[in-house]
């Protein structure tokens, strides 16, 4: 399936991805890009990286009462967060 810009030169795909209570990643599955992303789930978490997801665009997915996952580099997280992020054991979850 080709991306939403029409671009026959860069395929589209929508990723499925299960993860535990945690929000640690299970497994995922790979769907056409013509996929409807709603098929069927109980719940619809948006992912995004801070580029894209803007505090505007967040406060209005919590207003929506939508679950979502920003990624951010260790970076630019306090020192004390990143030690207890990396100290988490997620092997028996």
């Keep these: 399936s080709y991306s939403k810009n029409k671009r026959d030169d860069l395929s589209q795909v929508v990723l499925g991805l299960r993860v535990n209570s945690l929000g640690m ?3 995922f599955k790979l769907y056409l890009g013509n996929t409807y992303e709603d098929s069927g789930q109980s719940s ?7 580029g894209v997801l803007s505090e505007k665009n967040l406060s209005v997915l919590e207003q929506r009462n939508l679950f979502y996952i920003v990624g951010a580099g260790l970076k630019s997280i306090p ?15």
């Design 25 to 27: 990643p299970l497994t």
């Design 44 to 50: 619809l978490t948006v992912v995004g990286d801070a």
């Design 79 to 93: 020192k004390s967060l990143q030690e207890e992020i990396l100290t988490i054991d997620f092997t028996n979850e």
